[in-house]
């Protein structure tokens, strides 16, 4: 027999060790830490495409649908990366500094004229010659920049490979068993722990719906609309800048006119006023106006509202901390916590029945206040009441009160009697 003491010892002993080998286990893994970040962001970001897929295709072999999916994606990305990958590599063959710091000094000149009549001459000259050296140092240190990123790459094309090969494979097995792992999860937490775990699972699928599938449906919508128009426009590859303004379009501080100012600009230097007017029109109707105030509420509507102010922190504040991965990891941290905040608050999300608004479990307690009338008589414990058949049936259905407590059901379905 052993005793309490033999227990304790027992449970200690085995909680070090669990301990002990999962830290092991995340000091081994976390090489591949943003691997298992980006596999698990492309799973959930890509289920609703499977779930689609298998809808359309009718295809009820989960591995199949699988592997489709992840085989359009890489498909997509393929497409767009050799395409920018082509286009950088034209222009860098036909990139000559010279003619570039020519073109400098023309828009230097023009913009002096501007100016000409408020800055004194001598002024000028000095303004002109700080601009220019300033423009020759930058071009320098951007053209160093570019060489020192593709070298980079080059040298590390194996390692790339690797991790594009172990997301591959995790994105894979997460869509076909992701589902799984959650219910496993969820069935070796204690009973009494079930019912909040899966709420807050559910308000934490809201969340992320929103902060990641809406916002880059919004973002890739954008793109696709920017290419087009850019296409129609007569501005040259249109494919490349579309991509370039969907990315714009996730960061919520720099957006869409990031692309579209500076390109308008460009062409009212070089004499185009009109095609200026039309992507500034065009940028601010069809890259802002209409999926900020249009396409985003309504398929927000869809899922879990969120305060712009945490959509701007969770986006933008992360990016200054651990770089690119900010828009990933950010947004899961912000949504993690908004979670437990909802359901430690006792929120509830509606989403199938009518999209209704946010609503406070607590207040729906109310109805608690308005109890069935009371048929027995105080202190009756038991009362039948006798209904008589057609013949010689005769039923009893007992109405039973225990003392003054009377209880109801918290929540009805429309049409059902309590």
């Known amino acids: 027999m052993t005793g309490p003491l033999d227990r304790k010892r027992f449970t200690l002993i085995v909680g070090i060790v669990v301990i002990a080998v999962a830290l092991l286990i995340v000091y081994l893994s976390w090489v591949f830490v943003n691997v298992i970040i980006l596999s698990i962001f492309g799973a959930f970001v890509l289920r609703p495409l499977d779930k689609k897929l298998r809808k359309i295709t009718r295809i009820k072999n989960r591995q199949i649908s699988a592997i489709l999916t992840i085989t359009i994606v890489a498909l997509t990305f393929s497409g767009l990366f050799l395409n920018i990958i082509f286009i950088l590599g034209s222009e860098l063959a036909k990139f000559q500094p010279d003619v570039l710091q020519t073109d400098i000094n023309m828009l230097i000149d023009y913009g002096m004229e501007l100016i000409g009549k408020y800055i004194p001459t001598s002024i000028q000259e000095n303004m002109k010659s700080n601009l220019s050296s300033s423009a020759s140092s930058a071009i320098l240190f951007i053209v160093s920049i570019a060489q020192r990123v593709v070298l980079n790459f080059i040298s590390n094309i194996a390692i790339f490979a690797m991790q594009l090969a172990v997301v591959v494979f995790l994105l894979y097995y997460l869509l076909i068993d992701g589902e799984n792992i959650v219910e496993t999860f969820i069935d070796i937490l204690p009973s009494n722990r079930v019912e909040i775990v899966r709420e807050f699972l559910q308000h934490l ?214």
């Open 205 to 418: 699928n809201s969340i992320y719906n929103s902060l990641f599938n809406v916002y880059l449906i919004v973002c890739v919508m954008t793109g696709i609309i920017g290419g087009i128009g850019l296409m129609l426009i007569g501005v040259p590859y249109p494919i490349m800048w579309g991509a370039v303004i969907a990315v714009l379009a996730l960061l919520p501080i720099v957006g869409p006119g990031t692309f579209y100012v500076p390109a308008a600009i460009y062409y009212y230097i070089f004499n185009e006023p009109m095609k200026a007017v039309v992507i500034v029109v065009f940028g601010w109707l069809f890259l802002e106006t209409i999926p900020g105030n249009i396409i985003r509420p309504r398929l927000m509507m869809q899922s879990g509202n969120i305060h712009p102010i945490i959509t701007l922190l969770s986006f933008t504040a992360p990016l200054f901390v651990v770089g690119a991965m900010g828009i990933i990891i950010g947004p899961a941290a912000y949504g993690f916590m908004l979670a437990l905040y909802r359901t430690y608050t006792g929120f509830e999300v509606i989403t199938k029945s009518g999209n209704k608004e946010i609503e406070e479990k607590a207040g729906t307690q109310a109805e608690d206040e308005n109890p069935p009338e009371d048929k027995t008589q105080p202190g009756d414990e038991f009362q039948p009441e006798v209904k008589t058949q057609s013949g010689d049936e005769i039923q009893s259905e007992d109405k039973t009160q225990s003392g003054d407590e009377i209880q109801s059901e918290d929540k009805t379905q429309s049409g059902d009697k309590t």
